[in-house]
């Protein structure tokens, strides 16, 4: 079955420092990747995607992530983090089908605190 | 602005109750979706509808309704709610095939007692 695994429940960066949050998914076919980030009391917010192509995506607010089809990852970086990076990143990959179905399958997420 | 809505962004009720949380799109989406999030779980897909009056159940139907008689509304109902139902509620959109992208909703709190 599809799936996707973040096996980082928790994450503490100091500000500054550089940032990996971890995501493997499981999928047969291409997969088209996300990343979310849901800040506290807050809805979800598209960091960036992958469907094809450069296999290095740029997203909004500095990240980027690395999709590695050798190793069914698809890691989010960060080079410095800010204290207002704090909040709960999560990693999906959407199914689709011949009908136009879509569905995201989500990761159960990590949280990332940054420390001062 | 383009954005999904919803409302209440709060709500306690009572067990039994039959309730609605409404959801509302404004960028022509074709594709709707309500998930429920809760700890360690992540988020899950309760219904999905890929255009009026077409709606299918998802991972978690038990003791949900939906209805697309609008293309950019998509109501939850609770016909009669349980504790168990007591989660994190979020609607979302995208415009369908060649669009993947889902745009969420701000969420609704719900808590059951």
């Known amino acids: 079955a599809q799936s996707v695994t973040q096996p980082d429940i928790h994450i503490t960066v100091s500000e500054g420092a550089s940032l990996e949050l971890r995501c493997n998914y499981s999928y047969g076919a291409t997969p088209y990747l996300f990343w979310y980030v849901q800040s506290p009391g807050q809805g979800l917010q598209l960091l960036l995607k992958?469907?094809?192509?450069?296999?290095l995506v740029q997203g909004i607010k500095g990240f980027e992530a690395e999709f590695k089809r050798s190793q069914s990852s698809f890691n989010l970086r960060k080079p410095s983090v800010h204290w207002s990076d704090a909040a709960e990143y999560f990693c999906a990959v959407v199914l689709v089908g011949n009908t136009g179905f879509q569905k995201l399958v989500f990761g159960t997420g990590t949280r990332l605190l940054v420390s001062p | 602005e383009a954005q999904v809505t919803q409302n209440p962004r709060y709500l306690i009720t009572v067990t039994g109750k039959k309730l609605t949380v409404t959801c509302s799109q404004n960028m022509n989406h074709e594709y709707m979706s309500w998930y429920r999030q809760d700890p360690g779980l992540g988020l899950r897909q309760i219904y999905y509808?890929?255009?009026?009056?077409?709606?299918d159940k998802g991972d978690v139907p038990e003791g949900y309704k939906v209805s697309r008689k609008e293309k950019r509304n998509f109501p939850l109902i609770l016909e009669s709610p349980s504790p168990n139902q007591t989660s994190l509620y979020f609607c979302?959109?995208?415009?369908?095939?060649?669009?993947?992208?889902?745009?969420f909703g701000p969420g609704t709190r719900l808590t059951v007692t």
């Open positions: 979302a959109s995208s415009m369908g095939q060649g669009g993947y992208e889902q745009y």
């Open positions: 509808s890929m255009n009026v009056e077409v709606t």
């Open positions: 992958y469907f094809s192509g450069d296999t």
